[in-house]
């Protein structure tokens, strides 16, 4: 069974910048592309980034610019970068690690 355990959320002014980590119970973290999703009140999750374990990053349209994901495997530890931060930002972050694993989410709240 693995754990993730989100961290780094909080409250911030638009145009600020915060650093998300999900660290990962294990060394499995390595083999495995993580990605980032969030959920603001009353929307559904929505996904944001991903890193395959190469290294190689993907991102939604709405972060894209903004956002970078990265990775440090010794560890164990997948990061968001979030710069530019907007109000419509706000929102729980996850992370994930296929077949299924969440961790429990870091708020984000970007103020106007």
């Known amino acids: 069974q693995v754990q993730l355990v989100e961290s780094g959320g909080g409250l911030v002014q638009a145009g600020g910048s915060l650093r998300l980590s999900c660290a990962a119970s294990g060394s499995i973290l390595r083999f495995k592309s993580m990605d980032w999703y969030r959920q603001a009140p009353g929307k559904q999750r929505e996904w944001v980034a991903k890193i395959s374990p190469g290294g190689s990053t993907v991102f939604a349209d709405s972060v894209k610019g903004r956002f970078t994901i990265s990775r440090d495997n010794a560890k164990n530890t997948v990061y968001l970068q979030m710069n530019s931060l907007q109000p419509e930002d706000t929102a729980v972050y996850y992370c994930?690690?296929?077949?299924?694993?969440w961790g429990q989410g870091t708020q984000v709240t970007v103020s106007s």
């Open positions: 994930f690690m296929n077949p299924g694993y």
